[in-house]
């Protein structure tokens, strides 16, 4: 006579939460393993099936947005004009992270001041992990959201900080009545505003600017220039 068993994998495995590797060993338990197995006792499979033990790789899920998570520098600082970086890590509900790609995440950055929206690109690097990138142009404190399927991530929104970038002539302006007229011997005065290649004032002192005075008919004259710290000269 001949017995037929059917067993499902959750029959013969517990549900695994962490992914991985498993050997699942297939056979028959002696008489003490047996009895001890209903009473939570670690039993030991005595005689293997053909083919026992088995190996089963237990995936991970589906990606759980509130579980993913996004690391690196470009998520809380960054300078204008410049593409900032960061990685989000594709995770299921047991916090497995997934090894495949195919998961669709989404950069949006606010900037309320300006009603500025900047969206930032993702690669896809096929093993759960996401390349992002985002180059906001103007200075100041944004939103910056990371979504899954219109979910937020782990963490997400989160409180990016944009610096002004270098400063940079022909973006700076003078203003002023000294920059269209003047008396002999009256001292006169205007201000520089320096601001970086976007426009963006510079809120600190430091940059040496230079003001000459020429005419055909005199010598140049190298007026004095006083660095207010705010970087209005």
């Not at 426009?199 to 006083?226: D, Q």
């Amino acid at each position: 006579t001949t017995e037929i068993y059917t067993l499902s994998l959750h029959d013969a495995l517990p549900i695994s939460t962490i992914s991985g590797v498993y050997a699942l060993s297939v056979g028959y338990w002696d008489a003490a393993g047996w009895e001890g197995f209903g009473n939570g006792v670690q039993a030991t499979v005595q005689r293997h099936v053909v083919g026992s033990p088995f190996t089963v790789v237990v995936a991970p899920t589906a990606a759980l947005p509130k579980r993913c998570r996004a690391e690196g520098g470009g998520l809380t600082d960054g300078v204008a004009g410049e593409v900032q970086y960061f990685t989000v890590e594709a995770r299921d509900v047991a916090d497995n992270k997934r090894l495949v790609g195919g998961d669709i995440f989404q950069v949006h950055a606010y900037h309320a001041p300006s009603d500025t929206v900047v969206v930032g690109t993702v690669t896809d690097w096929g093993n759960g992990t996401h390349l992002c990138r985002l180059r906001p142009v103007v200075q100041g404190t944004y939103d910056l959201a990371v979504t899954l399927n219109g979910l937020h991530v782990s963490d997400s929104p989160y409180s990016m900080h944009v610096m002004h970038n270098d400063a940079h002539g022909p973006g700076s302006t003078a203003y002023g009545d000294g920059v269209s007229t003047a008396a002999a011997s009256v001292v006169e005065t205007f201000v520089v505003q320096v601001r970086d290649a976007h426009f963006n004032n510079l809120t600190v002192g430091g940059n040496a600017v230079a003001a000459s005075l020429t005419s055909p008919a005199a010598a140049a004259s190298v007026p004095t220039c006083y660095d207010c710290r705010r970087r209005q000269i």
